[in-house]
């Protein structure tokens, strides 16, 4: 039995009544549109039911599986204690999708517990799902720091998973839309926030999953979205099937979105690959940039691939333009895949004897080194897109106004703790956002004096 029907949820604490206390009245109609949902699951009688929740234990490189028989929580944090659930975990169906995550190398599963309690992205959905069907056991499955072609990867695996035990399954996506929708909300106005929340809620309503990709990881954080990946691993819980959408509800009264949309199986429909069609095109796309990259570009690609392949450091190749064999520079290799960092390493300064060198050593760095991310795996070469920044000399300045986050990078120091941030980088737009990057990537507080230093690039692509 394939998945039943998904349904993407908001969970605002205060839809709670004993959470709201009369202030949930402000989204009435979400509420209505909840009920309404949590009618339709009952009708379902699933026999589990697996949420996706942003507030589960999250890592950075990891996709979280709650372990154990079952687990309890209340919302005795937001001032509710009385509101308090007990569920028990559908072990097998668990065991079966860590099981496939196992055979495909993909990092998920049931290590690295952090939050046993469930939390309140977990237990709005259930406060209401509760309250129309009390049976069917639970999943509850965290969210990551890995890109959004790896969330639908979970969601294909979840599919898997059902359709090899024969649950009969709801999948209940939790997330909030953008939470910088008014001014006077508690995050503030961007206008990328009622944009996202416009093209989320378009996509819903067209079930056009395949467009979720093209979220750009800075829009989504301009927009302060919190369900994004969460409405991917449901969309991919649904790769190849044609869909009934159905969007019930959108507010933004309280500055923070809250949408509500269903979409059910309607049988089988191989136009709807999504992953597969993104990944086909980020690779044609590529294809077409390989042949068009420098030979500094070209120097790391050989690099990192001949190391992820085969664990070969090659040789610095006598055919290079001569800068490369005699110019000393600090060099920065940075990876990115589908549009999101896959990695980044380099050198201030030079290391080796020519840039040639440096290139080839960061390559291999940044492509299974960065302690950020899983080092990267053969079957990635293909959509990976590389760029080289070769740096000038640093040079020290007195104050904020000699930088221009388009020309320059910058080196914050304090004491031993140095940060650094490239030049003209996307979503990095002032001079204070370059500085306070670059302070957290050297773990140098706000408050904390520091020297600044700004250094030229030039960038091959």
Do not use: W
Not at 135 to 149: F, Q, T, V, Y
Not at 212 to 235: L, N, P, Q, T, W
Not at 341 to 356: K, M, N, S, W
Not at 413 to 441: F, H, W, Y
């Amino acid at each position: 039995m394939a998945i039943l029907a998904a349904f993407m949820v908001p969970h605002p604490p205060l839809i709670i009544p004993e959470v709201g206390k009369g202030g949930e009245n402000a989204v009435r109609e979400t509420i209505s549109s909840y009920e309404n949902v949590a009618e339709q699951i009952a009708e379902l009688k699933p026999e589990t039911i697996i949420i996706t929740s942003p507030h589960s234990t999250m890592y950075s490189d990891y996709f979280h599986i709650s372990p154990g028989d079952r687990a309890e929580g209340s919302f005795a944090g937001f001032g509710a204690p009385q509101v308090s659930f007990d569920e028990e975990y559908d072990e097998e169906l668990r065991e079966v999708l860590c099981d496939i995550a196992d055979e495909g190398e993909f990092p998920a599963g049931i290590l690295g517990e952090r939050e046993p309690e469930l939390d309140h992205g977990t237990m709005v959905p259930l406060f209401f799902i509760r309250k129309k069907y009390k049976e069917g056991k639970i999943i509850r499955i965290g969210l990551s720091g890995i890109g959004l072609l790896e969330h639908y990867k979970l969601g294909e695996m979840i599919k898997e998973a059902v359709d090899k035990t024969g649950r009969r399954v709801v999948l209940v996506a939790s997330g909030d839309l953008s939470h910088k929708l008014k001014e006077h909300g508690p995050y503030g106005f961007a206008k990328e926030g009622p944009e996202y929340d416009e093209k989320i809620m378009d996509v819903a309503k067209r079930a056009a999953f395949g467009e979720m990709f093209e979220f750009g990881e800075d829009f989504c954080y301009k927009a302060a979205e919190c369900g994004h990946r969460s409405f991917v691993i449901m969309a991919g819980a649904l790769d190849g099937m044609a869909v009934e959408a159905k969007v019930y509800s959108h507010q933004d009264v309280t500055g923070v979105g809250y949408g509500i949309a269903s979409f059910y199986p309607k049988g089988t429909d191989e136009t709807r690959r999504f992953r597969a069609a993104y990944m086909e095109k980020l690779m044609a796309g590529l294809k077409e940039k390989v042949a068009k990259s420098d030979e500094y570009v070209r120097l790391a690609r050989k690099s990192l691939e001949s190391y992820i392949l085969s664990r070969e450091v090659i040789a610095v190749p006598s055919d290079l333009p001569g800068e490369m064999l005699t110019q000393k520079a600090g060099a920065f290799v940075s990876i990115h895949k589908a549009g999101e960092l896959r990695g980044c390493i380099g050198t201030i300064l030079p290391t080796t004897e020519c840039v040639a060198k440096e290139i080839i050593n960061n390559a291999i760095s940044a492509s299974t080194k960065d302690p950020r991310f899983m080092p990267i795996s053969p079957d990635e070469l293909p959509l990976l897109d590389i760029n080289v920044d070769v740096l000038g000399e640093p040079e020290e300045i007195s104050s904020p106004d000699e930088l221009d986050v388009k020309r320059y990078g910058v080196i914050v120091s304090c004491g031993a703790r140095r940060g650094l941030l490239l030049p003209d980088l996307e979503g990095v737009d002032t001079v204070e956002r370059q500085i306070e990057i670059a302070r957290q990537k050297g773990g140098i507080d706000e408050d904390e004096e520091v020297k600044l230093e700004r250094f030229e690039v030039v960038r091959h692509v």
